[in-house]
């Protein structure tokens, strides 16, 4: 799929150490629920046995249309016909990529994906309030704020809110 600056396209094996690297970085994960980052051997295991996306379970790698590089993902989750509603998750795990526009560009891609073709009603994602690009990024596409979920999310001993953001089908921008 294309976007201005980024083709989304699936992900595989080959990806493992890219997608092992990101989710050790503390910088990359900072504002993230990493849960538990897995082992290199574990990742590749996972990467190779990840079925390929159904409706429910959306994954793509984020390249870069200049130069080939993939540089993050971005997914949709829990997509369910009856209610037309998914969640999306995005993060660049390239550093050197950031504040040059490709998760703008990948969020209308992804977004336009869900509407378009998985006929979408709704999209919706949480951030944690003190994450302001990522914030500014979704407000710029036409996400909106729908509520505060207070201290749902733990960084070093310290409790963070974060938004609850919805984009209704028509709205994307
Ligand atoms: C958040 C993230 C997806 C943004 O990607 P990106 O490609 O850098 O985003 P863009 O370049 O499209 O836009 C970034 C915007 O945030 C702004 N920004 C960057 N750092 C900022 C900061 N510290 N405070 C406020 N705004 C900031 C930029 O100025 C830009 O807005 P502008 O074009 O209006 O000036 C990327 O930095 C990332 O993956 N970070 C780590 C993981 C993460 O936080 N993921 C999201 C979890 S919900």
Redesign the pocket.
Known sequence: MLGDLVKLRPMGPSDAEALWRWNHDP??????DDGYAQPLAQVEKWMAERPRNTYGDVLFGIEVLADAKLI?LVALHDAEPETGCATL?????E?E???????????RTICRYGFEDMRLHKIT????TE????H??YQ?VGFVDEGRLRQVFRRDGKWYDQFTMGLLEGELR
């Open positions: 910088d990359v994960m900072w504002w993230m993050g998750d995005i993060y660049l795990g550093k990529y950031w504040g040059r526009g490709y998760a703008t560009d990948a969020m994602l949480t951030v944690v994450n302001q690009a990522a500014r990024v710029r």
